[in-house]
């Protein structure tokens, strides 16, 4: 792997007023030099070059070192030109002439000039602002030198959330919303306590912790990381299940790290 090709989007993140900076690790690749081989055809004169090793962090097109001696005793080198790709690696070398077959010879190509940090891959996070989510990803530079998928970090650039009391926090589905009054908002635990909680399609639906609650009003945005139901009011004795007081524990999110894994999956 040379690049990175793509960023599987696993969780959605929340509150984001602004699309969050994204920042691949640097390439894990060590430099080295690209290496080729000759090729001879039966008169003894260069038929091919073939690029064995392409190297990494080439920022510029090297030269190669053609080496030889030939049939009439002559030794010499022949300076000639090669091809390098987007990611920083050789991809081809010009084939040499030689005025008499070629007895021995070698071919000796150029250091890179790059550094790890001229070949990093470059992202940029897309921003659902209706649901204050990162809803995906935009590669700038697939970047070079990447043999395993980076690590992948991700801004903490949303605000604090601050529900408020009395204003309906809803949760948006794919063909129903949950929603539900705050009845309380508890900024050091982060629970969220709601009361009147139903679906908007008059069925039986629990929330999930795929999807963000959002506050109506306040605009606060948060994910669940877990649900209790508190209260349940017995629907024969006239309370009905719009009684039912449920408390979130739902994350700000105040540090995305994803350093240690790739929770977006492995670039293909």
Avoid: C
Avoid at 59 to 67: D, E
Wanted: net charge negative; proline share 4%.
């Amino acid at each position: 792997m040379a690049g990175i090709s793509s960023l599987s989007l696993t969780f959605a993140g929340a509150n984001y007023q602004v699309a969050p900076s994204v920042t691949i690790a640097l390439p894990d690749l060590d430099s080295g030099n690209a290496t080729a081989t000759i090729t001879l055809n039966d008169s003894g004169f260069v038929s091919s070059i073939n690029v064995t090793d392409g190297g990494a962090y080439y920022t510029s097109a090297p030269n190669a070192s053609f080496t030889y001696v030939d049939s009439d005793g002559n030794s010499g080198t022949i300076i000639v030109g090669t091809t390098i790709n987007i990611d920083g690696t050789v991809t081809a070398v010009d084939k040499p002439i030689t005025s008499a077959p070629i007895v021995s010879s070698s071919i000796t190509i150029d250091s890179a000039t790059g550094t790890k940090n001229d070949f990093r891959a470059r992202v940029t996070s897309i921003l659902d602002s209706a649901n204050s989510v990162v809803s995906g990803f935009n590669i700038i530079d697939s970047g070079g030198g990447y043999t395993v998928a980076p690590a992948v970090t991700i801004d903490f650039s949303y605000t604090d959330l601050n529900y408020v009391v009395g204003e309906n926090a809803i949760q948006q589905n794919a063909t129903f919303n949950m929603v539900g009054e705050v009845q309380g908002w508890n900024d050091s635990d982060r629970e969220l306590k709601l009361i009147r909680v139903g679906a908007s399609d008059g069925k039986f639906h629990e929330w999930n912790t795929t999807n963000p609650v959002r506050g109506e009003t306040s605009g606060s945005s948060g994910s669940i990381l877990s649900v209790r139901e508190v209260q349940t009011m017995d629907p024969d004795a006239g309370g009905g299940s719009s009684g039912n007081v449920t408390d979130f524990d739902v994350s700000a999110l105040e540090f995305i790290d994803f350093s240690e894994n790739n929770p977006f999956g492995d670039p293909i």
